[in-house]
């Protein structure tokens, strides 16, 4: 068995990776990523059997010939682990292995797929037959008995149970090769968490923190938010809601629940998933400050890259460095995380087996795609009674959910005892409306400049940078700001953080920003100006109003539609559905009531109940284990090719993930970041510490950004050799210090 191999030596290495050692390592890592939802002996065999093609006299030879010049082996491996886990009574869940490079495919299509690639090599799968009864001695003639029952009686159940499975192996064979190629003598996984300590230390820095600050107005109810919350986390497993008004603290109340619920019934994980990355940075920020200790590896984890690792062009081992969340509270966005539950490739799904028997906290919940709704809800559901996760649903306006089918009859619990008597404590702000006539983006500028601290929230980072500039040209410098995504997170916080430094100091202050502001983003401007938007927009940005509750009269929140403003295509109906209900002589966003109608009414309108809507096509696609459909939508019969538009999809278009060294601090830290993009150019195995490094200087660019002339030629690609969708590219072009990347550009960036 010694002769057999599975990877040949790393660079600069003579040690050659042992086929037998390769089957066991990633066996055994797959079933204890899998033993917390019941699937550990599936996932133990799934992993033993997933490269036992390997054992083939041809693959051998192959990889004896490529070794020295590390090309791949370019010999079927897959197909006979496939084989024997589909015969031997493993069924559809054969189809982990058979995707555990390509990905998985829809599987009605498997028993042919694996079979046509055996009849292509039949000399292959004779001579790694006969190696079998060495590899696996133990190896049982049935493994049907080892699927819970229940993943065989419901067809949703099962296909969330495959998806968990199939994480929990790919992410053990990516650690194992990894280890491996990193000359390590065992895979690096980090040990469970202390809930019970991280618990007491967040519990003891946050009373440090709040007897540091002195008491506000709204002080006390924050308090009280916190301690209904605590008292809610002894409760069993299963849905929460916490309905708090903007302002109550929602960040720490939500982040101290998560942790005492996971202390309470021995979960592995938090993690908290937001619209934004701007609210992953500042909701990273907050739990460090709680959770991270000196000396000791970092607690809090910040997900929001967009590289494509599954990408052929990304690199031959690009997948070995993509994110698992290996941590013990991750921060990530709703991109991430439910585009990476309704993934297909090894990559990208890595980490799901993650969200079994953990707590998910979902930050400003209404900002969910509504197409999306019913795959979304529905996983949650399946997480939540089958896999043993707890779901909180966090925002100031809870959309409907269980007017929706795949929410009706989940219990759920609300954290606040009394949120409507909170809701009217909790009242800061005043609305008033400019609709008609409308207003141009110039006469806003001019109406903000007039105070002596004014927010304006616009619908697209060109409106934004349309204000910006008419303050540019007029204010003294450190009054006026701007905030978009064209800078990169690290930018945009200490924009933030300058801001308020100036609000502290009741210094003049101006600053215009997209969307991303108002989720959760800890801001108090007396005055805000918040073009026409969905409901749920509006009354998230009147949250950075008086946000502290200061002004005896309240804060100002002006609603205007600008004459020459844009805003994205999804916005139409739901603004309509906003006029609908709110307005003037109508009712104001922090109407309860009025909200809980316009939900339903933007769901009647949206036709999300309708069999042919493509969230409810999506589920029809999932009730029959078509992952390829899932993914990236079903076969067009005209053209042969999948239709991307009923796919799944968080964000309708793929950005460009764009590094930009420009937007750090000082000279020496930009040199540092380039030096460290160079080092990643160069890597065989890309290092994913390297990458969460780059993060912070990480933005997102709109696929039309691409169309424009001479952008191209501006971006450098970091992994792979082409710049494209989905890729990690370096920016070399212009970057401003007030808005981030200068793309001279033309109408309607949109804000992703």
Known sequence: MSSLWAHSPAPGSSRWHSLVDHLRSTAELARRFAVPFGGGDVAYWLGALHDVGKAACAWQDKLAAVAPTGRPVGIDHKSLGTRIAFERGLGAFAGAVFGHHGGLIDSPNLREAFRRRLSDAPDNVASAERELPGLLPDLPERLDHLVPADWRADPLVGEMALRLCYSALVDADSLDTSAHFQGLASPRVRPDADFGHLYKLFEQRRHDELAGRGGTPIGSLRERVY?????????????????????????????????????????????????????????????????????????????????????????????????????????????????????????????????????????????????????????????????????????????????????????????????????????????????????????????????????????????????????????????????????????????????????????????????????????????????????????????????????????????????????????????????????????????????????????????????????????HARGRWQFETVAEGPMDASTKRRDRRLAFRIIDDDGIGVVTPQGAETPELRRELEQLIEELRLAPVPDLAKLRRLQAYTTNLHPSALRQPGVMALMRPILGNEVRRGVLVEWVGEYDDAIGISLDPKPEQFVL
């Open 227 to 619: 301690t209904d919350c605590l008292a809610a986390a002894e409760r069993d497993r299963g849905v929460f809601r916490l309905g708090a008004p903007t302002g109550a603290g929602k960040t720490l109340a939500s982040g101290g629940f998560a942790l005492r619920h996971a202390e309470k019934h021995g979960l592995r994980r938090v993690i908290v998933a937001v619209p934004f990355l701007t609210v992953t940075e500042q909701n990273a920020a907050v739990y460090r400050r709680l959770l991270d200790e000196d000396d000791v590896e970092p607690v809090v984890l910040e997900h929001h890259s967009q590289a494509d690792f599954d990408d052929p062009k990304a690199g031959r081992w690009a997948r070995l460095a993509a994110e698992n969340w290996d941590g013990p509270f991750v921060v990530t966005t709703f991109v991430r995380l439910f585009e990476s539950l309704y993934a297909r490739k090894p990559s990208a799904m890595r980490r799901v087996h993650r969200l079994a028997h953990s707590v998910i906290v979902l930050d400003e919940v209404q900002a969910l795609p509504h197409a999306m709704l019913a795959p979304i809800l529905d996983g949650l559901r399946l997480l939540v009674r089958h896999f043993g996760a707890t779901v909180l649903l966090s925002s100031a306006t809870q959309p409907s959910f269980w007017a929706l089918d795949e929410f009706k009859g989940v219990p759920c619990t609300d954290l606040i005892h009394d949120t409507p008597k909170l809701v009217s404590d909790l009242r800061r702000v005043r609305y008033e409306w400019q609709l008609d006539p409308k207003p141009t983006l110039a006469d806003i500028a001019d109406q903000a400049a007039s105070e002596a601290a004014a927010l304006v929230v616009v619908n697209t980072t060109a409106d934004a940078k349309a204000v910006f500039d008419q303050w540019r040209d007029t204010e003294p410098d450190g009054v006026a700001w701007h905030l978009s995504t064209r800078m990169c997170p690290h930018h945009r916080r200490r924009v933030l953080e300058k801001v308020r430094a100036r609000l502290n100091r009741s210094e003049r202050v101006l600053l215009v920003a997209t969307q991303l502001i108002e989720a959760g983003v800890d801001v108090d401007f007396p005055v805000v100006f918040r073009a026409m938007a969905p409901a749920d927009s509006l009354l998230q940005a009147a949250g950075r109003a008086n946000r502290e509750g200061r002004m005896p009269d309240g804060g100002r929140v002006v609603v205007f539609a600008p004459e020459d403003g844009g805003q994205p295509p999804t916005y139409k109906t739901l603004v309509g559905c906003t006029g609908r209900q709110f307005g003037p002589d109508k009712a104001d966003p922090d109407d309860t009531e009025a909200l809980g109608r316009y939900y339903r009414n933007v769901y009647d309108v949206l036709n999300l109940a309708d069999g042919q809507h493509v969230g409810k096509r999506i589920q």
